[in-house]
C-alpha cells in the first residue's frame, strides 16, 4: 500500500517525459522482466487451461485500460485526491460486485466499509465542494481507474482459483506488455531526459516498486484473503498518497484528511478483526 500510495506521485512526474501507452508499455515490460526469475523453472511446466487462459486475457486487457487511465488522470488531474478517490471508491466497487456473485457479504462487513468510504469522502472534501466536484472534467479518468480495478479484482480472484499465483501475475504482465506495444511511439524513446536521475527514480518507483513489488502481493492476496478484504487494505492509501502528494508536490494536508486517513486505518482493522 506504501508503494501504491507513492505511485500517484511518481505517475504526476514521469507524465512530463512519455505519452500513457509508452508509459504504459515500459511499465508492464519491465514488470515482466522483474518477475522472470522466479518464475523461470515454472514456465516449462506449465499447464494452463482454456478457462484460466481466457481469463488471463481479460484481466490484461482490464490491466492495460486502467493504466491507460491511470496515466491519463494522474496528468490531467491532482496526482493526491485522485488517489484518494480511487482508492476509496474502489471497495466499494468490490463489494458490490462480491455481493452480486457470491452474496456472502455481511452486514457488519457494509458498516466496516462505509466507515472508510466516509474517511475517504472526507479527505476529498466532499462536504464543502459537494458531490458533483467528483465528476469534473479533471476526475473522469479517476472514476474510470476505480471502476475498472473493481471488476479486475474479482476477476483475478477467479483466475488464481486453478493457477498459480506468481506465473498468472508473470503472464498477465507479459499479454499487457505484448497489448501495449502495438500504441508504442517509438521515436518518443529518444528523448535524452529518459536518462535523468529524476525520471528513471520516479519510473522505477511506479514500475518496479508499485507494481512489481505492490500490484504483485496484492494479486497474489486475493485467492487467499479474499477479494473484498484485499480490496479493503486500499484504504491505507489515501492517507499515504496524500502524504506523499504533500512531500513531493507540496499539496496542502488539512485536518479533513487527517481525520479522513485515520477512519480509513480504523475500517481496515475493523473489517479484519470482524473476518480473523
Not at 476529498?124 to 465542494?129: A, N, V
Request: proline share 2%; glycine share 8%; net charge neutral.
Amino acid at each position: 500500500m506504501i508503494s501504491w500510495g507513492l505511485a500517484w506521485t511518481n505517475a504526476k512526474i514521469v507524465n512530463e517525459y512519455l505519452n500513457h501507452y509508452n508509459l504504459t508499455f515500459l511499465r508492464f515490460f519491465l514488470g515482466f522482466l522483474s518477475l522472470l526469475p522466479f518464475c523461470f523453472k515454472k514456465i516449462f511446466n506449465i499447464n494452463i487451461s482454456v478457462k484460466v487462459a481466457i481469463n488471463i486475457c481479460i484481466a490484461s486487457g482490464l490491466f492495460y485500460l486502467y493504466n491507460i487511465c491511470f496515466f491519463q488522470a494522474t496528468s490531467f488531474g491532482d496526482a493526491g485526491r485522485g488517489g484518494v478517490f480511487v482508492t476509496t471508491t474502489n471497495p466499494l466497487i468490490t463489494f458490490m460486485l462480491a455481493s452480486i456473485i457470491s452474496k456472502k457479504i455481511t452486514g457488519s462487513q457494509l458498516f466496516n466499509i462505509s466507515i472508510g468510504i466516509l474517511g475517504g469522502l472526507l479527505i476529498m472534501d466532499i462536504f464543502d465542494g459537494g458531490f458533483l466536484s467528483l465528476f469534473s472534467q479533471d476526475n473522469k479518468y479517476f472514476i474510470l481507474c476505480s471502476v475498472v480495478w473493481g471488476i479486475m479484482t474479482i476477476v483475478m480472484k477467479y483466475g488464481q482459483e486453478e493457477f498459480d499465483s506468481l506465473l498468472y501475475v508473470m503472464l498477465c504482465y507479459l499479454l499487457t506488455a505484448i497489448i501495449s506495444v502495438f500504441f508504442v511511439d517509438i521515436g518518443e524513446f529518444s528523448n535524452s531526459n529518459l536518462l535523468s536521475t529524476k525520471f528513471l527514480v520516479n519510473f522505477f518507483f511506479v514500475s518496479i516498486g508499485a507494481m512489481s513489488f505492490g500490484t504483485s502481493i496484492y494479486i497474489y492476496s486475493i485467492p487467499i484473503i479474499g477479494p473484498v478484504r484485499a480490496s479493503v487494505f486500499i484504504f491505507l492509501v489515501p492517507f499515504i498518497a496524500m502524504s506523499f502528494a504533500s512531500m513531493i508536490l507540496g499539496e496542502q494536508i488539512t485536518y479533513n484528511i487527517v481525520v479522513g486517513g485515520l477512519l480509513s486505518l480504523v475500517s481496515v482493522y475493523l473489517v479484519n478483526r470482524n473476518d480473523s
